[in-house]
C-alpha cells in the first residue's frame, strides 16, 4: 500500500510480505525516477522522502521481492 496518494513525494509504502525488497517510481514511459533496496517488515511503514526530487504527475510504483512484485498508480502533487 501506498500512503497518502495524491503525495507531495513524501509518502509511505506498506508491504505484507517481509523481507529485502526492490522500491521503484517510474513515470508514464516506463523510466525509473527513483530506485531502493529496502528490508522491510510486514505491516510496517517504509519512508519515501521524494518532495523535490520529482515532478508532479501520475507515477508507477513497483515493489519486487522473492514472493514477485506488485505496482500501484500513484499521484504527485
Known sequence: A???NPSDGN?????MAPGKT????MDLTGRI????Q??????ELHDISLEG???AGTYALRLTNAN???TSAIVVK
Open 68 to 70: 514477485g512484485s506488485s
Open 38 to 43: 529496502a528490508l522491510l517488515v510486514a505491516g
Open 33 to 36: 525516477v527513483y530506485a531502493e
Open 53 to 55: 526530487k520529482i515532478e
Open 11 to 15: 509518502c509511505q509504502v506498506r508491504s
Open 2 to 4: 501506498f500512503m497518502p
Open 22 to 25: 526492490k522500491i521503484e517510481l
